[in-house]
């Protein structure tokens, strides 16, 4: 490992008092008054600089030094001062020292730099001014040497030169000015795309301006960098490529232990939500398809390369990034990417020898069968034309670190380090990296390298009825699978997961064979895909007890060897895994393992003895079925199992040494079996734990009791069943003994911890009344938030068993989320226990509304309902006027950020105006126009109820304030009203005066960002001599100079900007 110098003591010395000035600095008005200068911040504040500078990347230090030269703030002798330092934080001391010491302005600009190369995120510690940038030169009156131009528009051409130095080395070979030696010494593949670019404007300044001038000719002639024609060599390789890459996605992999499933026949897009968090509405999420990931939305940093796909087990991770492979493959999109080379992480763990870049994509992806020397060097020239697919990146062994650099393409390093410098671009900058993990692996160190983060989301309503059409080619069949599946709520919230879907979809004949109301639980999915599998087996007519009864010891042999493998993070077995666990032919036959497809042929020769289960959630249930049937599992077992813990992520590692030996000489085969297990479950992969423990909770509900007796005695599994249910109860409790007392007069709040939800998850699958009573006994909050806790259907459905016990009704809120309609569905029966019910941002649609405004007409206790930043429409109206019509007691209705307009807001004023009961209603960010405002103003002159009105960026003019005014001037009762973000003018603030003066409720009014100038300020000042009542107008980002501001707050100190 190689350690990196930290900032060192005389980085926090200064020539200024430094706590003192720092306070000082933490006021922005003695900051401006004080007149602090640019060079004392930057002395006050080294060691912070110095920090952010040295644990930047090489390629950020080079583009600031570009800037500088650019702009003459460092000479050349200064320039190689600085680079020739050995380490960043070196370097960043020196630049610094140079910078400072030439002066106030020079500061100013190096600010400036500073500002454009880093995210705000990464200065947000640092206390810094807003400084002007130098006056750019107009081009065309520019008289300077064409050598003096390199160095002026140096970031520019470093840029441009991206990806096609080896076309202007070319050119400059051919005319004479560069040698066959400086053209290859440039390219050597140490150097990054970015650095080739730089060594070759150097050189082309020291030949002087004719080379200059040819350079800058060709950069001029070709506006953008052109993708190169390939040579043959690359044409051979791209083929031989897209066919390896279109034969191993043509079938579905996870599920390929039962049947041959092509991808092209049974692919259904899953929901890929994303977040837009420079949306100046907020943090607004939006959907998007697969061929769209690499699109502008949803960039978090510009700098940064990785676009990570996130999602819990089942969802579709593999799936998805099999897809891309596949229309890559067969040129159906990502066309703008030459090579693709698509590796599992999986996989990964197991390379035990050293690697270079080269070895990793020629050995362990595509071997190019001739010129490799060729193909490669065009890898490394045209970094843009690659893109990585790294899938499970949350089955690595080794958590994601940036302590080790590691540059050199062709030097070999240990595969993870490799993988972890390609993400950081220290390797490859600028190619496309897309990674799919589960959420629990992806730390803040990861996300400093990311470029977006997507979630995928699972199917939608309409995407489980394409897929079980698309599985059953008989369309009675598929509508009559289709009928079953929404007429059990449980069952359809469980198809939200694909890989739930697909269970469901191949062991139809069994779920309609039972009770329809007995398949609730993700343990009774995987009990019958056992049924299933166990019947194709044995090919006969036996019932399902019998054929268990007569399968025992293959399923005991199943589990010991899923629960040996979950301990120790294994997934991948080999044949002495097999022998040891004494797993025959027959038993592999099954289906339930499968040929392992995270190893190539050139990692083994012996592929075919490598094995896997066909989903992690498969070995995950066959763990929890030994734990749950084995005599040699004991209490020790199960309280590792579901103990809370607080780490994210597991440390467990296993030396792919192990593969072979495993599991005796890496389980301390020394220790006693019970204790052995104890320890390791404390390393074991918490998330997979999860899993594993909600099935140990279903398998010994009493649903279940007479399977799981016949593989254990009575005695045993009650008392298993006595100590899980006490685990799940005292789980519950010590987290409702942690929720701190309310302030004052605030209501008690409880912000849930995932735990929380696993905890309710486990209890469902016991499926146990009682214990959910318990579970919720001591619950006395009254508000409960799970925000961004990764609420799905599934989840809705545990919680919904769960809460309908509250003895007490309280608020819920369930923002940023997966809920959609399905979810909505599954919430219906807790409703009657709630008084609010907030989901904002979980892709709700006039369905989903629908159902949840019929059955809140029947919950009295519901009396507040936020749905913004959803997909409502026009149509979604009518249920919510039906809702203010009937309901007599409901107060709060918030519709921001969705897609209603005028016919909508006319619909819900409808509803208003035989409603006196609402006292919020929010429509902010919809599109109600003019016509939707005077609706919706009609509809309350009258109204004695309603306090606050939110019609924020509606597009309202002058037809739409009139209305408003003469509404302001007969409601007696609204205390808010916020209009910011349309299009009001003076002319519309006049219509406010006779409304103001006569109005005697009103306390604030928002204008803000709308296009007032000071007239129409003044006729606010007029209205307001006559009105006491109103405390506040907001009124900034409108027309005003910083003059007629202060002017106006002097004429009247209840305006606001």
């Not at 940038?133 to 470093?158: F, G, H, M, N």
């Not at 939200?496 to 329809?516: A, D, K, T």
């Not at 006490?726 to 409880?750: C, D």
């Not at 309710?760 to 959910?772: G, R, S, T, V």
């Amino acid at each position: 490992m190689t350690l990196l110098p930290m900032p060192a003591e005389e980085d926090f010395v200064t020539h200024f008092p430094l706590k003192s000035y720092l306070a000082t600095l933490k006021n922005p008005n003695v900051r401006a008054a004080s007149g602090m200068s640019a060079d004392q911040l930057l002395q006050a504040q080294r060691y912070q600089f110095v920090t952010i500078l040295g644990r930047s990347s090489v390629e950020n230090f080079e583009t600031i030094l570009d800037h500088l030269l650019a702009w003459d703030l460092l000479n050349w002798e200064e320039y190689e001062t600085v680079k020739l330092s050995r380490h960043l934080f070196s370097s960043s001391r020196n630049l610094l020292d140079v910078i400072i010491c030439k002066g106030t302005r020079a500061c100013e600009l190096f600010i400036v730099v500073l500002k454009n190369i880093f995210h705000s995120s990464q200065l947000s510690g640092l206390l810094l001014m807003n400084y002007n940038p130098p006056e750019e030169t107009d081009k065309s009156t520019a008289t300077s040497l064409a050598s003096q131009t390199l160095q002026k528009r140096r970031p520019d051409l470093v840029r441009k030169l991206h990806g096609r130095t080896a076309a202007v080395l070319a050119l400059l070979h051919g005319c004479g000015h560069f040698s066959k030696y400086e053209c290859d010494e440039i390219q050597l593949p140490i150097y990054t795309p970015s650095q080739q670019a730089r060594k070759l404007l150097d050189l082309t300044k020291g030949k002087g301006d004719d080379a200059a001038h040819v350079l800058l000719e060709y950069i001029e002639s070709e506006p953008g960098p052109i993708k190169l024609v390939l040579d043959n060599a690359c044409i051979k390789y791209q083929e031989k490529l897209s066919s390896t890459l279109a034969a191993q996605s043509r079938f579905l992999t996870n599920y390929a232990g039962t049947e041959n499933m092509c991808l092209e026949d049974v692919y259904v897009n899953c929901i890929l939500e994303i977040t837009n968090t420079t949306s100046e509405s907020g943090c607004l999420r939006s959907l998007i398809g697969l061929e769209d990931i690499f699109g502008p939305d949803g960039v978090l940093n510009k700098d940064a390369d990785v676009v990570l796909i996130i999602g819990e087990a089942g969802s579709g991770k593999s799936t998805s990034l099999q897809q891309m492979q596949q229309l890559w493959a067969t040129k159906q999109a990502f066309q703008e990417f030459t090579f693709v080379f698509a590796f599992s992480c999986r996989r990964l763990n197991f390379i035990d020898t050293e690697v270079s870049l080269r070895m990793l994509l020629f050995e362990h992806c595509c071997w190019p069968d001739d010129h490799q020397d060729e193909v490669f060097q065009y890898i490394l020239d045209h970094p843009e034309e690659i893109m990585f697919m790294l899938d499970g990146f949350d089955e690595l062994k080794f958590q994601f670190t940036d302590e080790e650099r590691h540059c050199s393409p062709t030097k070999p390093t240990t595969a993870l380090n490799l993988i972890f410098n390609l993400l950081q671009g220290n390797l490859m900058k600028s190619t496309k990296k897309v990674m799919t993990s589960r959420p629990s692996a992806v730390t803040a160190m990861l996300r400093k390298y990311l470029q977006k983060e997507i979630t995928l989301k699972g199917f939608s309503r309409e995407g489980i009825e394409a897929f079980i059409k698309k599985c059953h080619s008989n369309t009675s069949n598929a509508e009559h699978i289709l009928y079953f599946v929404e007429a059990n709520s449980a069952v359809h919230g469980l198809c939200h997961v694909p890989f739930f879907c697909w269970i469901v979809s191949n062991c139809h004949e069994q779920l309609m064979q039972n009770s329809g109301d007995f398949t609730q639980t993700m343990t009774d999915i995987y009990l019958l895909i056992l049924d299933h599998f166990l019947l194709h087996f044995t090919h006969n007519s036996q019932g399902v007890n019998e054929i268990l009864q007569s399968q025992i010891a293959t399923i005991l042999h199943l589990s010991k060897l899923a629960m040996d493998g979950l301990i120790s993070c294994n997934y991948v077995f080999s044949a002495a895994h097999l022998q040891e666990a004494q797993i025959s032919k027959e038993d592999i036959s099954l289906g339930f393992l499968v040929h392992s497809h995270s190893f190539s042929r050139a990692w083994t020769a012996n592929k075919n003895k490598n094995y896997e289960f066909l989903h992690i959630t498969i070995q995950c249930f066959f763990a929890a079925l030994y734990i749950t049937i084995s005599d040699n599992v004991g209490e020790s077992t199960l309280y590792s199992l579901f103990k809370s813990r607080e780490k994210g992520t597991s440390s467990c590692m296993m030396s792919a040494a192990c593969i072979e030996s495993f599991p005796f000489s890496c389980l301390q085969s020394n220790v006693e079996p019970e204790r052995r297990r104890k320890t390791m479950l404390q390393e074991a992969e918490k998330s997979n734990l999860q899993i594993t423990a909600n099935f140990v909770s279903g398998l010994l509900s009493g649903r279940h009791r007479n399977l799981i007796q016949k593989f254990s005695g009575i005695p045993k599994q009650s008392k298993k069943y006595k100590l899980v249910k006490n685990y799940l109860a005292k789980g519950i409790e010590k987290h409702f003994l942690s929720i701190p007392p309310a302030v004052g007069e605030e209501k008690k709040s409880m912000h849930a911890l995932p735990e929380f939800v696993w905890w309710i998850k486990c209890i469902y699958e016991m499926q146990d009344n009682d214990l959910a009573k318990q579970a919720v006994s001591n619950l006395e909050v009254d508000h409960l938030k799970l925000t961004y806790c990764g609420i799905g259907p599934v989840e809705c459905t545990a919680l919904a068993y769960v809460l309908k016990h509250l003895k007490n009704p309280m608020g819920l809120q369930l923002d940023y989320n997966s809920v959609g309609d399905i979810g909505i569905e599954q919430l219906l029966p807790c409703l009657i226990n709630c008084q609010s019910i907030y989901l904002r941002a979980n892709n709700i649609s006039d369905r989903g509304a629908s159902k949840l405004v019929d059955q809140a007409l029947g919950c009295c206790n519901l009396q507040k309902i936020a749905l913004f930043h959803n997909n409502l429409t026009d149509a979604s109206a009518q249920n919510f006027a039906k809702l203010l019509k009937h309901k007599k007691n409901f107060i709060a209705l918030r519709l921001g950020n969705n897609h209603l307009t005028a016919a909508g807001a006319k619909i819900l004023a409808e509803g208003l105006k035989q409603n006196n009961s609402i006292q919020f209603l929010g429509l902010w960010g919809n599109k109600v126009g003019d016509a939707g405002a005077s609706a919706i103003a009609a509809a309350l002159e009258n109204n004695t109820s309603l306090l606050w009105l939110s019609l924020v960026g509606n597009n309202i003019g002058s037809e739409g304030a009139r209305a408003l005014a003469l509404m302001l001037k007969k409601n007696t009762i609204l205390e808010e009203l916020c209009l910011q973000e349309n299009n009001l003018i003076d002319e519309d603030i006049e219509h406010f005066i006779e409304g103001l003066q006569n109005n005697s409720s009103l306390k604030v009014l928002k204008l803000s960002n709308n296009k007032i100038t000071k007239k129409g300020m003044e006729f606010i000042v007029t209205a307001l001599k006559h009105n006491t009542t109103i405390t506040s107008i907001w009124l900034g980002r409108n027309q005003m100079t910083a003059m007629e501001i202060e002017e106006m707050t002097r004429a009247e100190r209840r305006l606001t900007f």
